[in-house]
C-alpha cells in the first residue's frame, strides 16, 4: 500500500563539546532525545514489510472472489473470511505501528522544551523549524492512520457483504468505491508524511551542523507511494 519514510538515518556521532563543564549542554541533550525519538520509531519501521505483505494477500484473495460467479459461493464466503482474518491482522500491525510513533512523539516533547532553552538565536530558530516540521509530521501519521483504519473498516464490511447471496451489485459497487475514495486519502496523507520526513531529516542536519556537532549520516532510501485499490 504505501512505504512510509523514517528518521533513523544517523548512523555515528562524533560529538565536539560545546562547554568544558563536565555535564551536557543543553545541545547535547536535544541530540539525545531527538535520536531517542528516532529510537522509538524502530518498532515502527519493522511494521512495515509485514503490513505491505499482508496487503498483497488480501488483495490475492480478493482477485480470487471476482473471479468467481455465485455458483461458487461457498467458495466466495471461504475466502471472503480469510480475507477478513488477514484485515484483522493489518489492524493489529497499525495499532503496534501508531503506538510507536506515539511513544517517538512523547520523546520529541522533551527535546521541543530543551530547545525552547537555547540562547543562540541562529540554532534556536533553526530549532523551532525543526519542532514545526516535526509536529506537521507527527499530524500527517495520526491523519494517514485514521485514513487506513477507516479503509479496513469500509474492507471488512465489503467482505461480509460478499457472504450474502442475496446482495445487490449495486450496493457492492457503492462500497468499492467508498473503499478506494478512502485509499485516496491514504495514499495524500502518506505522501505528505513522506515530504515532512524528507524536510526534518535536512532540518536536523542543518541544526547539528549550526551547533557544530560532527556527525556522519546516512539517508534512508525514498518510500513508495503505491497503494494496492479494489
Known sequence: M????????????????????????TEEKIHSQLEEAVNKEEVFEEQQEPITDLEKKEQELY???IDLSMDDFDKIKNLSEKAISVINERSDKIA???????????????AEELIGKLEDSKLKK????????MNNR???????NKAYNTSLKLEKEMYKMLQKEDVE?????????????????VLNYNKKFNEYTVEYNAIKKDFYELA?????YEDNPAGDDSAEKK
Open 2 to 25: 504505501r512505504r512510509v519514510q523514517t528518521i533513523g538515518f544517523i548512523l555515528v556521532i562524533c560529538l565536539i563539546l560545546l562547554a568544558s563543564c563536565s555535564g551536557k549542554s
Open 138 to 144: 507527527y499530524d500527517a501519521y495520526s491523519k494517514l
Open 169 to 185: 451489485q449495486q450496493e457492492l459497487t457503492k462500497k468499492i468505491e467508498k473503499i478506494n475514495q478512502s485509499y485516496e486519502k
Open 126 to 133: 533553526k530549532g523551532q523549524e525543526l519542532v514545526e516540521v
Open 212 to 216: 557544530e556537532m560532527n556527525v556522519n
Open 96 to 110: 503496534t505501528e501508531k503506538e510507536s510513533m506515539e511513544s517517538s512523539k512523547e520523546e520529541f516533547k522533551k
Open 63 to 65: 482477485n480470487q472472489i
